[in-house]
């Protein structure tokens, strides 16, 4: 199973824009990217997903390397709550029944 | 629409003993995952049940072991418990095999003294 490789920590201002770097380069052709985020004291919640294109939701985006060896969780704005584990993970597509392998993944500090 | 719930919140237990940890799925959702999250440690896959059926199962022994209910709520099984079984165990929900999102409740927090 294809794992993925995050920095420990990482930290940011306030309102300043936020790049979650992941690699992943043993990825598979029918890999999804996965980013989950965990707050404090709460389970993880689904943050955004993406195959091949890059991508856009209300919480953030996901920019996905040519090769598809890396990706990038963007936040545009980070704010105190953006406080939490960022998480990247592979995943094979939705009818498939993958193990899905987890890291450490990023803590992410925000700074007020 | 209420979310993933698990239960109970903690739960004491001593080595040896066996622990029941249950969890309901959001309304309509028929995949149910299991993890673990030990400290220090990322989460853990342990199981994967959708429509009443094992889907796939983690790098666990066999004294893990959970069930699905026809209502799609899911029960975990934890026999002989050792002191490293200690952890926050997370369930998981997913509408289908047709969805790509998970969503978590807030875990049971297990502790093996």
């Known amino acids: 199973d294809a794992k993925t490789t995050q920095p420990n920590s990482m930290e940011s201002n306030e309102e300043e824009p936020v790049h979650l770097p992941c690699n992943h380069s043993t990825i598979s052709g029918t890999d999804y990217i996965h980013w989950y985020r965990q707050l404090p004291s709460q389970g993880p919640e689904y943050v955004i997903h993406g195959l091949t294109s890059n991508v856009n939701n209300r919480m953030a985006s996901l920019a996905i390397a040519e090769d598809r060896k890396s990706s990038t969780l963007i936040l545009h704005r980070a704010t105190l709550r953006d406080a939490a584990v960022y998480y990247c993970i592979l995943t094979g597509d939705a009818g498939n029944n993958r193990k899905l392998i987890w890291g450490l993944g990023t803590s992410l500090a925000v700074n007020p | 629409e209420a979310g993933v719930t698990q239960s109970p919140t903690h739960l004491i237990k001593t080595r040896g003993q066996q622990a029941t940890l249950r969890c309901s799925p959001i309304?309509?959702?028929?995949?149910v995952y299991w993890y673990q999250q030990a400290l220090g440690l990322g989460l853990q896959f342990l199981l994967w049940?959708?429509?009443?059926?094992?889907?796939n199962r983690g790098n666990f022994p066999p004294r893990f072991s959970g069930r699905q209910f026809p209502n799609y709520s899911s029960e975990l099984n934890v026999n002989a418990l050792e002191l490293e079984d200690s952890a926050l165990y997370l369930c998981?929900?997913?509408?289908?095999?047709?969805?790509?999102?998970?969503?978590f409740g807030p875990g049971t927090r297990l502790t093996v003294t």
């Open positions: 309304s309509g959702h028929t995949s």
């Open positions: 998981a929900s997913r509408p289908g095999t047709a969805s790509y999102e998970q969503y």
């Open positions: 049940y959708d429509e009443g059926e094992e889907r």
